[in-house]
């Protein structure tokens, strides 16, 4: 197109003949995942808030309706007008006519999430969610054939064909069309793998994101349609805390495991898992050292492991309520433990070593960073952080010995007090070296000396666990060489004493940084003395603690007679004089007179 001047000075375009040119400029584009998460994520969705969000696309699509132009009719009187490819095509075309079909996919996709959370408590709504859907799928299907008119780029309907079979995928996964569904799903995730692959790097993360919510739907849709290994993903998914609310699917899934955890067997007793919340959290646990074993980071191994603790802690306090619900349970004999007090103390035993296997986690990651010297938290790693840390283990330990139902289980106590030794010799070791640090090697070397017994009764105990003992085995090398450090730096100190008494012995001149004040009973040549600013005293003198000023309080007023001083203060004299004119008129008329 080229522009011409007429005779006012007017601009005016001309059309030329090379139309294609002009057309490849003049095409529309849309960002359209980049729009609905920045919209979603300031709208509402950050919070799970879905009518919030479908307020806001209500909003905004009257208001482009107005700019744009394109009202459906007016107060009165209702006319549908849709966004069409003669807009698209139209002089005056802009990007924002493309926004109005997206917002009303937005707004039924909006309010169909709206309904899924309510439909919890009120059923018969699943079936309105399931029209929305519809509603939000045929705007997406208008918004796709938008932009594959010719009027919009590649990316645009690129983007347009990923929105509308993500649409499409959520819908059939409602209406549990699971093949279906999954095609739609997969097509969506191949298209958006591919943008994020042709993107610059900065661009790539709103792509990446929705891939990654994309998983959940396709192992779920493998999982119905027959594939076995889609319910240990489930289970591991869950157990990684990428999937959430997920209990329902949770269910379905725990039906292809081995006996539908009905039953649960621990040192030799069989117990039947009623709870829910418990078998659920039972499933979980069967692939968690799978999960544990294919996390690349320490830090990934240690999330797993919080997130299985805390659907722990739901499961004993499911099994808790039972027990407070039922009165027949508080009142089970205590010879025999009950089935449900038995699975809470498998279930407090099972939440105790999980958590001495994220603790053991923190202190490989505190021991990689104290030889690497790198800071965790902005802090540099010492000697006492990990002796804290076996401290919190042995704790632990301490409570799996206290467990309800097994302080007289002789077996039991003997297995854990072999692994309580193990420890014990770690953190006489890292105690062996705060002490070493404060320059007591008398203490430091018997510290060494009580975790060398410890290493050598838990490696003659043929421990079970093969990492605790490859682990004592280093450490009984370490404790050899650390022997002989403490032992050098106390003959050196001892070294360095006896210099300092030669020195004084000598006669001669020696500075000494002991103010005059603290050393009066030995005499030396100090230069310092007879200097500008000798070391007589130090200044401010330190702080010292003093008794406090004592409270008194007077309990005994209440319950002592005073004599009366009533004489001697006048206060009777007082009393036996007239009352003022009153008693005046009372004499002289010969009131008040007594008759004696």
Same mark, same amino acid.
């Given at each position: 197109?080229?522009?011409l001047?007429?005779?006012?000075?007017?601009?005016?375009?001309?059309?030329?003949?090379?139309?294609?040119?002009?057309?490849?400029?003049?095409?529309?584009?849309?960002?359209?995942?980049?729009?609905?998460?920045?919209?979603?994520?300031?709208?509402?969705?950050?919070?799970?808030?879905?009518?919030?969000?479908?307020?806001?696309?209500?909003?905004?699509?009257?208001?482009?309706?107005?700019?744009?132009?394109?009202?459906q009719?007016?107060?009165?009187?209702?006319?549908?007008?849709?966004?069409?490819?003669?807009?698209?095509?139209?002089?005056?075309?802009?990007?924002?006519?493309?926004?109005?079909?997206?917002?009303?996919?937005?707004?039924a996709?909006?309010?169909?999430?709206?309904?899924?959370?309510?439909?919890?408590?009120?059923?018969?709504?699943?079936?309105?969610?399931?029209?929305?859907?519809?509603k939000?799928?045929?705007?997406?299907?208008?918004?796709?054939?938008?932009?594959?008119?010719?009027?919009?780029?590649?990316?645009?309907?690129?983007?347009?064909?990923a929105?509308?079979?993500?649409?499409g995928?959520?819908?059939?996964?409602?209406?549990?069309?699971?093949?279906r569904?999954?095609?739609?799903?997969?097509?969506?995730?191949?298209?958006?793998?591919n943008?994020?692959a042709?993107?610059?790097?900065?661009?790539?993360?709103?792509?990446?994101?929705?891939?990654?919510?994309l998983?959940?739907?396709l192992?779920y849709?493998a999982?119905?349609?027959?594939?076995?290994?889609a319910?240990?993903?489930l289970v591991?998914?869950?157990?990684?805390?990428?999937?959430?609310? *997920?209990?329902?699917?949770?269910?379905?899934?725990?039906?292809?495991r081995?006996?539908?955890?009905?039953?649960v067997?621990?040192?030799?007793?069989?117990?039947?898992?009623?709870?829910?919340?418990?078998?659920?959290?039972?499933?979980?646990?069967?692939?968690?050292?799978?999960?544990?074993?294919?996390?690349?980071?320490?830090?990934?191994?240690?999330?797993?492991?919080?997130?299985?603790?805390?659907?722990?802690?739901?499961?004993i306090?499911?099994?808790?309520?039972?027990?407070?619900?039922d009165?027949?349970?508080?009142?089970a004999?205590?010879?025999?433990?009950?089935?449900?007090?038995?699975?809470?103390?498998?279930?407090?035993?099972?939440?105790l070593?999980?958590?001495?296997?994220?603790?053991n986690?923190?202190?490989?990651?505190?021991?990689?960073?104290?030889?690497?010297?790198?800071?965790?938290?902005?802090?540099?790693?010492?000697?006492?952080?990990?002796?804290?840390?076996?401290?919190?283990?042995?704790?632990?330990?301490?409570?799996?010995?206290?467990?309800?139902?097994?302080?007289?289980?002789?077996?039991y106590?003997?297995?854990?007090?072999?692994?309580?030794?193990?420890?014990?010799?770690?953190?006489c070791?890292?105690?062996?070296?705060?002490?070493?640090?404060?320059?007591?090697?008398?203490?430091?070397?018997?510290?060494?000396?009580?975790?060398?017994?410890?290493?050598?009764?838990?490696?003659?105990?043929?421990?079970?666990?093969k990492?605790?003992?490859?682990?004592?085995?280093i450490?009984?090398?370490?404790?050899?060489?650390?022997?002989?450090e403490?032992?050098?730096?106390?003959?050196?100190?001892?070294?360095?004493?006896q210099?300092?008494?030669?020195?004084?012995?000598?006669?001669?001149?020696?500075?000494?940084?002991?103010p005059l004040?603290?050393?009066?009973?030995?005499?030396?040549?100090?230069?310092?003395?007879?200097?500008?600013?000798?070391?007589?005293?130090?200044?401010?003198?330190?702080?010292?603690?003093?008794?406090?000023?004592? *409270?008194?309080?007077?309990?005994?007023?209440?319950?002592?007679?005073?004599?009366?001083?009533?004489?001697?203060?006048?206060?009777?004299?007082?009393?036996?004089q007239?009352?003022?004119l009153?008693?005046l008129?009372?004499?002289?008329?010969?009131?008040?007179?007594?008759?004696?």
């Amino acid at each position: 197109m080229v522009v011409l001047e007429d005779e006012a000075g007017d601009a005016k375009p001309v059309p030329t003949e090379d139309k294609e040119e002009g057309k490849a400029t003049n095409l529309l584009t849309l960002e359209i995942f980049r729009i609905i998460k920045d919209a979603q994520q300031q709208h509402g969705l950050r919070h799970g808030d879905y009518q919030r969000y479908r307020g806001y696309c209500s909003r905004r699509l009257r208001r482009l309706r107005k700019v744009l132009k394109i009202p459906q009719g007016d107060r009165r009187h209702y006319r549908r007008r849709d966004v069409t490819t003669v807009h698209l095509t139209a002089a005056n075309a802009e990007n924002r006519l493309l926004g109005v079909p997206l917002l009303q996919a937005e707004r039924a996709w909006a309010h169909a999430m709206q309904l899924r959370q309510e439909a919890n408590t009120e059923p018969r709504k699943k079936f309105h969610l399931i029209a929305r859907l519809k509603k939000a799928c045929s705007h997406a299907q208008t918004l796709l054939q938008l932009c594959e008119s010719g009027a919009c780029d590649a990316r645009t309907q690129l983007e347009a064909g990923a929105y509308a079979a993500w649409l499409g995928g959520a819908l059939l996964l409602e209406l549990q069309q699971w093949r279906r569904a999954a095609d739609s799903l997969q097509r969506a995730q191949l298209v958006l793998d591919n943008l994020s692959a042709a993107l610059p790097e900065d661009e790539r993360l709103v792509y990446k994101q929705k891939v990654e919510e994309l998983k959940p739907s396709l192992r779920y849709c493998a999982y119905n349609i027959g594939d076995e290994s889609a319910a240990g993903d489930l289970v591991a998914m869950r157990g990684q805390g990428l999937i959430e609310n *997920l209990d329902s699917l949770m269910a379905q899934a725990k039906e292809s495991r081995s006996g539908i955890m009905h039953e649960v067997e621990w040192r030799g007793r069989r117990v039947t898992v009623r709870p829910e919340k418990v078998r659920l959290f039972l499933i979980a646990l069967q692939d968690l050292d799978k999960s544990v074993a294919n996390a690349q980071t320490v830090e990934a191994k240690i999330d797993i492991l919080e997130n299985i603790l805390m659907d722990c802690k739901d499961a004993i306090s499911a099994i808790k309520d039972e027990i407070k619900s039922d009165p027949k349970l508080k009142s089970a004999s205590e010879l025999q433990m009950s089935g449900i007090n038995y699975l809470l103390s498998y279930l407090m035993y099972l939440r105790l070593v999980r958590t001495i296997d994220r603790n053991n986690l923190l202190v490989q990651q505190a021991e990689h960073a104290r030889k690497n010297n790198i800071q965790i938290d902005g802090k540099k790693v010492r000697p006492h952080d990990l002796t804290r840390l076996y401290e919190i283990i042995l704790q632990n330990f301490t409570e799996l010995q206290q467990l309800p139902g097994f302080e007289s289980d002789a077996v039991y106590q003997q297995e854990i007090e072999t692994q309580m030794k193990a420890y014990r010799a770690f953190r006489c070791y890292y105690i062996a070296q705060v002490l070493t640090g404060l320059r007591r090697f008398r203490e430091a070397l018997a510290m060494l000396e009580r975790c060398d017994s410890y290493v050598t009764e838990s490696i003659a105990s043929k421990l079970t666990d093969k990492q605790l003992l490859d682990k004592l085995q280093i450490l009984k090398k370490d404790i050899e060489s650390c022997k002989f450090e403490v032992h050098a730096d106390s003959v050196l100190e001892d070294d360095e004493d006896q210099e300092e008494e030669n020195k004084y012995m000598s006669g001669k001149p020696h500075k000494d940084k002991k103010p005059l004040v603290d050393r009066l009973d030995e005499y030396r040549e100090d230069t310092q003395v007879l200097t500008k600013n000798p070391n007589i005293y130090k200044m401010p003198p330190p702080m010292e603690a003093i008794p406090c000023k004592p *409270l008194f309080f007077d309990l005994a007023s209440n319950f002592i007679e005073f004599p009366n001083l009533d004489d001697k203060t006048g206060a009777a004299d007082s009393k036996k004089q007239g009352a003022g004119l009153t008693g005046l008129v009372k004499g002289f008329l010969g009131w008040g007179k007594s008759d004696k």
